[in-house]
């Protein structure tokens, strides 16, 4: 039989070596052909596998929605500080991006573990945020700077619509709504932010299209896909910063002293 020369590298999502490219085994004339969208792509780049088009029309949707919130949250101030010190587009995008984490867009995957824990485990949304509270762990997915039990975060209702009309079961996402419920009820600023709604979300979409084994799902979430989604989203917002401050010529950005506590 054949004998394999070892290799150094094993790849599993694309192909190049045909007449055409091609993502997880769909050569790119099919994926113009029929249409695709940039939801089918990162199905077959990251899922390997074509999903329903209700999924892949939620992935499009997370990712329109979190293109980004304004120039004044973390990401878009680093990219907007770092264009006006006259970097190139690369250096002012990952210099917005390396903000992204726990605190701000990267909560999604750790929403996603905490949420399938609690409910898998069957925690009462009491049980589940008082272990937290003991552990001095705060709930990823709950939080807001701006966003209040009495000014919800719109991005959020977009999505819990959605998925109200097109998934076939929104259990992980309900159970997160009965913990911002709780969570509400300690503090107006706990509400259910885009990461815990797309988190949870997500586990439903994972869980309900069929297309996941149990073992599959467990990978994902462990892996930590989820914050792959508010990376590629907010870096369409954050190349949009760099672009306007080049327009703009705006100079090099100094922080003014008086809104500095100078002290001992
Ligand atoms: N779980 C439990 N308690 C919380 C949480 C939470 N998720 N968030 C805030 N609190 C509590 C805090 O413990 C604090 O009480 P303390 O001062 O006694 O400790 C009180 O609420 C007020 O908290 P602040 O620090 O003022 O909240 P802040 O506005 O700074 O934080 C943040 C906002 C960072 C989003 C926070 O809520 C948090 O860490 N959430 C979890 C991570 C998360 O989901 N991030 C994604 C946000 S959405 C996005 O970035 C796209
Ligand atoms: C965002 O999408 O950037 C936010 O939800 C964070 C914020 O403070 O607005």
């Known amino acids: 039989g054949k004998v394999r020369a070892p290799t150094h590298i094993i790849s599993t999502i694309s192909d190049d ?3 055409e490219p091609c993502y997880a085994g769909v050569p790119m004339s099919s994926i113009v052909e029929q ?5 089918d792509v990162i199905s077959l780049l990251w899922f390997k596998r074509s999903l329903p088009r209700y999924c892949t029309h939620f992935i499009e949707i997370c990712i329109m929605l979190c293109a980004d919130h304004g120039p004044c949250v973390s990401g878009a101030h680093n990219t907007i500080v770092t264009a006006r010190a006259g970097k190139d587009l690369v250096s002012s995008l990952v210099s917005g991006l390396l903000t992204i984490g726990p605190r701000f867009g990267g909560a999604i ?3 996603a573990r905490y949420f399938k824990d609690a409910y898998d485990r069957g925690l009462t949304p009491y049980e589940f ?3 937290m509270k003991k552990k001095g762990i705060r709930v990823p997915g709950i939080g807001h700077r701006i966003k209040r039990g009495d000014n919800r975060d719109k991005r959020v209702e977009l999505l819990q619509q959605f998925a ?3 998934f076939p079961s929104v259990k992980y996402m309900e159970y997160a709504v009965q913990v911002e419920t709780y969570t509400l009820s300690k503090a107006n600023n706990l509400v259910l932010n885009v990461d815990g709604a797309i988190g949870s979300l997500f586990l439903d979409l994972l869980a309900g299209s069929g297309m996941f084994s149990k073992q599959e799902i467990d990978e994902i979430v462990g ?3 989820l914050n792959g989604l508010f990376v590629l989203a907010r870096s369409i917002g954050l190349i949009g910063h760099t672009f306007d401050q080049k327009r703009l010529k705006q100079p090099l950005y100094r922080h003014p002293w008086e809104d500095v506590l100078y002290t001992k």
């Open 17 to 19: 070596r045909g007449e």
């Open 35 to 39: 249409g695709y969208g940039v939801g």
């Open 109 to 111: 995957d750790d929403a």
């Open 129 to 131: 945020v008082e272990s």
């Open 164 to 166: 109200h009309t097109h």
């Open 223 to 225: 892996i930590g896909y």
